[in-house]
């Protein structure tokens, strides 16, 4: 079992939709959580973190966390054409030491005009 | 303020050959990280200065792999001497350190553009 896992897609959605993606991860001990936005050839960019059950929104983006099932969420609202693009799950490492994120393998988005 | 910044952007060098790579993370921030992506897999984490001391690293794949960060600004990953299988994409991320931030800032890394490295 991968330590953080995604489905690797690609997710299609209509120009305007709600793009849903979804993260999962094995260590319980992890307190942050990150989603990162990667165009092709180009570097991680950071969207939304998260630490507390729940949900938490900026803009057009809705991160969810739920600890007891180990599951992170992105929701993109009015999904463009411009957030196609791969979205990494990232989890901070647990217990005293930080640092070391661990990375799912990504979901490609595709949004079709 | 400028963000983490990489150099070379690409390097090709055949194998048994020397690379250095160098990372300037953004200003003030006393972490700094390195990971690589190799061709279909994910970003996987290398190691973590904190200042100019290894905190962590763990991800380190073998000693043919030298991380330094003389000063605790910017850090070189040297590869020496280089095999086929160390092709890939070096990212280099920095976070915040300073006493008083929350957890969750200091976990908030930001990436460098990356250095693509082709080893033939």
């Known amino acids: 079992q991968k330590e953080v896992e995604q489905n690797s897609g690609p997710l299609s959605v209509p120009e305007g939709a709600i793009a849903s993606l979804n993260c999962t991860y094995s260590?319980?001990?992890?307190?942050?959580f990150f989603w990162y936005r990667q165009y092709s050839g180009k570097s991680p960019e950071l969207i939304m973190s998260?630490?507390?059950?729940g949900d938490k929104e900026d803009g057009r983006f809705t991160a969810q966390l739920n600890k007891a099932s180990q599951y992170v969420s992105l929701l993109i609202r009015d999904s463009q054409p411009s957030d196609s693009a791969t979205y990494l799950c990232?989890?901070?490492?647990?217990?005293?030491?930080?640092?070391?994120?661990?990375f799912g393998q990504g979901t490609i988005l595709t949004v079709h005009p | 303020e400028a963000g983490v910044t990489q150099f070379p952007s690409h390097s090709v060098i055949e194998k048994g050959q020397t690379v250095t790579l160098r990372c300037d993370p953004i200003?003030?921030?006393?972490?700094l990280y390195w990971y690589r992506r190799v061709m279909g897999k994910e970003i996987k984490f290398l190691l973590h200065?904190?200042?100019?001391?290894?905190?962590?690293e763990s991800g380190m794949p073998n000693n043919r792999f030298l991380a330094e960060r003389t000063g605790g600004t910017y850090s070189t990953l040297k590869v020496q001497p280089a095999e086929l299988e160390d092709s890939g994409v070096y990212f280099c991320?920095?976070?915040?350190?300073?006493?008083?931030?929350?957890?969750?800032?200091?976990?908030?890394?930001?990436f460098g553009p990356g250095t693509r490295l082709l080893v033939l």
């Open positions: 991320a920095s976070s915040q350190e300073e006493r008083g931030v929350p957890r969750v800032e200091k976990e908030t890394q930001y």
């Open positions: 200065f904190v200042k100019e001391s290894k905190q962590d």
């Open positions: 998260i630490y507390s059950n």
């Open positions: 990232a989890a901070a490492a647990g217990g005293t030491s930080y640092g070391k994120l661990t």
């Open positions: 260590d319980r001990g992890s307190q942050s």
């Open positions: 200003s003030g921030h006393d972490n």
